[in-house]
């Protein structure tokens, strides 16, 4: 059985999923599963749940409470009233987005080296389904959406500093090259880039990355790209194309700070 967040809400159990219903109540489930095992308030589940809550909205979210109890009977997880609130009980390690938050705190031990931790990353890489809490609305979504994927964000960017550290330059370049343009602002993510497309000798593709980048950035918000991403572009031109950095370990501290 696992709670499904990293993309749209969902409960599984033997590999098949469970009618959760309208979104509304997959909120609900999710505003608990995100304190699994914890108990969460009344006004802190209305709040999760209604950016304008309704009228008899606690009579709302016992309906929803209610309804979840009965479609989660076959998985054996429970809703328990607890404390004032509602606590799902679940092992927060069934909760794909505690699971992924465990093992990218795992990978990111010093004492790990770098082959645990592209491990490690890999795995927690693998329970990403696409947008997190996709489908629900309202503005705690939204936050924790953002959240969670700052999160995967800089999960790739360790993940990608193991791979190129470890000479896999080609595993880099074919994960981030679909993910980068998703996540346009996020510089060290295209430095990773950068480095893995030099690394493979496709130094111009790299110089074309920087410039969509800083083309995003200036229409979209009037900046030009930060620091450490300039000073990269610009040992790359220097270097002709070829990977710039004396030590791909020194050049990943340096750009990703």
């Not at 609130?85 to 790990?112: H, I, M, N, S």
């Not at 927690?124 to 924790?144: D, Q, S, V």
Request: with cysteine; proline share 8%.
């Amino acid at each position: 059985m696992d709670v499904r967040l990293l993309g749209p809400v969902e409960v599984t159990s033997v590999d098949r999923g469970v009618p959760l219903g309208p979104p509304q109540r997959r909120a609900v489930l999710a505003a608990l599963a995100i304190d699994a095992g914890r108990p969460v308030s009344l006004r802190t589940l209305t709040e999760r749940v209604w950016d304008d809550p309704p009228d008899r909205a606690a009579d709302s979210l016992y309906a929803h409470i209610a309804r979840l109890r009965q479609a989660l009977t076959v998985t054996g997880l429970a809703i328990e009233r607890r404390d004032g609130g509602y606590t799902l009980e679940v092992d927060p390690d069934r909760v794909d987005a505690f699971r992924f938050r465990r093992l990218a705190k795992q990978a990111q031990l010093r004492a790990r080296d770098d082959v645990a931790r592209a491990r490690l990353l890999g795995e927690a890489m693998e329970l990403w389904r696409g947008t997190p809490l996709t489908g629900i609305p309202g503005e705690w979504a939204a936050r924790m959406r953002y959240a969670i994927e700052q999160q995967y964000v800089g999960a790739l960017v360790t993940w990608a500093q193991a791979h190129l550290r470890l000479g896999h330059p080609d595993l880099v370049v074919t994960e981030l090259t679909p993910l980068v343009p998703r996540h346009p602002l996020a510089e060290p993510l295209a430095s990773m880039l950068m480095r893995g497309l030099c690394a493979l000798g496709r130094g111009a593709e790299a110089v074309a990355l920087y410039a969509r980048l800083r083309g995003y950035l200036a229409d979209h918000l009037g900046v030009e790209p930060g620091p450490e991403l300039r000073a990269l572009h610009l040992r790359i031109l220097r270097a002709g194309g070829t990977d710039p950095a004396p030590r791909p370990a020194r050049l990943l501290a340096q750009v990703t700070g």
